[in-house]
Each structure stands twice: as C-alpha cells, then as structure tokens.
C-alpha cells in the first residue's frame, strides 16, 4: 500500500460548486486553490475531486469528451497543474475522477467509431452487426449514427460503452477481452492515467470501475483481469499511484483487480444505508444512528465485517459520510445524530472520506434536473462559506449559480460553525485531530468488536489501544466492558465505569485511551 495512504483523510469536491474565483457562478480550480488552507485546517490530506475532463455535461462531466483537456469552465491546464502544485506545497494529494467504461458520445472516438467506412476506432466501442440486431441483456441504441450497427450503453444514452471486451463471447460481434481491439482501448487507458500522474496527479478514484468486461462472472473476473493488467502497466512508471474503486467488494476490486481502496457503497437495504439513510418516500426513517431507532449495529457489521477480514492486510474498505449520488445525510439526521455517526466513521479502519459541506450539515434541497442529476441535484449546491453573497461562493448574479445556495433560515455556513464550540465542524476537526494524533488509527488490520448484540443499540470496539463506546438511542445503556485504567481522551455526551461495566449516558461517544 502506498505509505500516505496509511494516514489519509479525503475531502471530496464537487467542483462547479465548491468555490467560484472568477464570477462565473460556476465553482473552478483557482477557487478550490483559494481554499486548500480551509481543508487542510479541518484535518483532511488528501482530496478526490469530481470529474473535471472536458465534456458535454449530459451527466455533471462523468460523459468525457476529451480524456486530456480539463473542461473549460473549471480553468486551463495551467490552472490545473497549479492546483497540483498547491495540493502538494501542503503536503496533501489529489485523485482525479477517471471514467473508463465509458465516454460521452461527443468524444472523437466514438464520432469516428460509428462512421459507415472500417477505421482504427470501429472496435473501440461495443457494436452489433446490424442496425436491428438486439444486444440481448444489455442496454443499447440504434439509428443515432451512419455505421450499420448497435452500440451498447454503460448507463445514460450519451454514453457508449468502451470495449473491454466479453469474458464468454457468445455472439460473433462479442470480442473476447484479450481481442487485439480490446488491447488497444486498454493501452489508451493506461496512457490516460499516465498522462494525468505525469502532470501532477496523485491517483484515481475510477467510477463504475466494475463495468469493464461484459456478461462477467460474479465475482468480475474478467473485469479483474483487465484491471490488474492496467494497474500494473502504470505501477511500472508511478509505483506510488493511488486507485480507488467504486465497486463495493473489496473481495474483486482490491484482492483481485489491484485498487488499494474501495468504498462502502449507499445501496438501498445494504449495511452502510441502514446507518444513516434508511428512509422512504414518506419520511419514515429507521436509519441505525437515529434517536428512536429499533436498529442493532449488527445490521451494519454483518455486512461489514466479512469483507474487511477478507482484504484488511491488503488494502482499505472505506467508509463515506456522503457523495454527489446521495441524499446528504442531514437530511434526515440532526446535529446530535450527525456527530455520532461521523464519530463512527471517523474511527474505524480506512480512509474517511468527507463530502464538502458534511462538515457543516449541509441541506438535501429538493431541485429540479441539473446535468443528469435528477434526484441527486439537491447534494450537489453551492459550498455555504459565510452570509454574503451566495454563502460565499460567488460575486455572480444569484439566478447566474450553477445551482441555487440554500437560503432558507438555519442554513449551516462555515463561518457559524468555526464560531461556535460545539457545533459539528468544530467535532469533525477535533475528530480528525484525535485520528492523527493517535498512531492505532493508522493501522487498518486492528479492528476487534469488543461488544455488539441484538437487541442493545449502544456497543464498543476496539482499534489497538484505543476503545470506541457508541450509544445512539435516547436513553442511558449499560456494557459490560471494563475500561479500569484507561484514559477518556474525547466524548460526545458522558461515559463512566462502574464496577466491571460502562454506563453510556443517551446519544454517547466515547474514545478511551490505555
């Protein structure tokens, strides 16, 4: 594992939100410059910023036009490479967002890959042989171009499947993953990874990273092999490139694929939504770190557990506050609530990653369809900084926004949170400083639950010499677990030894030190 991955705190930017520079009422890379000081003092290293390529932006830049160019709208290369620059006089590291499974359907590639007349791109894109020959299980789009043929999508219509290649080729326009046209989109991957790591870049967070390969097994081997393939081409020139995944089974993406990171992923019903997000159409909210919960945390360490014992000596399953595809979790989740959960997450094994604006409880708004967005538009406004203008975020015109800020009463800003000493900025960053002060955190192979069981909401664990005590619900909860001799180093609420148990006091957290 790459040794600063061993400490990391991620920060995740949104970039047309987070801070606008010129007054376009779009956020750019000169703004995000303008705020490393501010991330960086709230106890993040590291930053994984949304796609920022050049695109048509039918889907919020995640429809690459031009894998070597930033878009516009964020700035210049120059631009770019100073942000790079800026990241590492810091002593932190960037990720570029990377979409290898697709491309927007206005990329150079694909224009030319579905011209009539046979060139080098015709096999760079998933075709059938005939413009009303069905891709069978697959998504597809027929008569958008002159070539005679099908093209397969990866996920909106504006973007067409790259081709990896077929782990079982059952039909005669199927490659397999080791066809000659299939090696070749490979190699022009791995010369955009490349690329960007010679710039300056630090590593990749890959979306739908298990989306290469088509009909693949189960456990993607296919997909796995194609990236093991990448990986290690571009380990041979930047040993210390980062991958993290978007997969959600750490078993394929980091045992098998060679990412060093993957997510815990907010897929309805799994263990990581019951945590904070386990809500419906009509409000009702059984989600684990709220008061009034019925929930055990077993509901999260049954699914938990199993995948990090599988890969926990060879890289990191990590743990999100939020994204740009959720539901903020403040949502549904107080200020109380929202400490304790992010004390969770905060210390358990992984890296933490910080949605921008989680650190102040920032609002799910309920907007229309922005850049694909749909539904997801709402976490993705401008980063509330302060009461001026916009929060902060831009001298434009307010109607000019690439989102509109939340002006409602209450709207959390940076400025109010660092003035007030309890409020859930000023618990992150003493959190993320009690992370890096204590060296057991940065050891990832260490977790032991200490107490967990059904029908009891508060429990404890234990990462080296520190114990972790947890109680969400409304009333004070007794374990048995005897921390005689140890030292209270933070806590949220009250704990206290008595006897031969711990008495957590209602909505409690508590670090111990021995």
Known sequence: MT??????????????SFMDSDGDGIGDFMGIVEKLDYIKDLGCNAIWMNPCFDSSFKDAGYDVRDYRHPAGRYGTLEDLRRLFEEVHKRDMHILLDLVPGHTSEEHPWFVESGRDEQNEYSDRYIWTNSWFQRAEGL????????????????????????NYGFLNPAEQWQKPIDHPACLATRA????????????????????????LVKNDDEIKSGTCKVWADMIGRVHERYPDAVFVSEWNNPESAIGMAGFQMDFFLDWHGNGYNLLMRDYDASGRDDSFFKRNSKRSIQDFL???????????????????????????????????????????????PGAPFIYYGDEIGMRYQNLPCKEGGYTRTGSRTPMQWDDSLNHGFSIADPMSLYLPTDDCDGAP??????SSKDSLYNAVRELLMIRREQSAFAEHDNLEIVTAQEGIRSFAYRRGNLTMLCNPSGCAETLAVDLTGTEQIYAIGAGRQEGVKYVLEEQSFVICLK
């Not at 989740?333 to 358990?348: G, I």
């Open 413 to 418: 800003t940076v400025q109010m949170q660092q």
């Open 302 to 348: 049954g699914e938990y557990l199993p995948k990090y014992e599988k890969i926990k000596n060879k890289g990191l399953y990590c743990l999100i506050t939020g994204n740009h595809d959720m539901i903020r979790a403040a949502c549904n989740l107080d200020e109380r609530e929202l400490k304790l959960a992010y004390a969770f997450l905060f210390t358990m």
């Open 3 to 16: 040794e600063w991955l061993k400490t990391a705190v991620f920060y995740e930017i949104y970039p047309q």
């Open 188 to 211: 022009a991957m791995v010369d955009v990874m490349c690329y960007w790591l010679e710039m300056g870049c630090d590593g990749f967070r890959v979306d739908m990273a298990d989306s």
């Open 139 to 162: 998504p597809y789009i027929a008569g958008e171009c002159k070539r005679n043929g099908a093209y397969i999508i990866n996920f909106f219509k504006c973007q067409p499947a790259l």
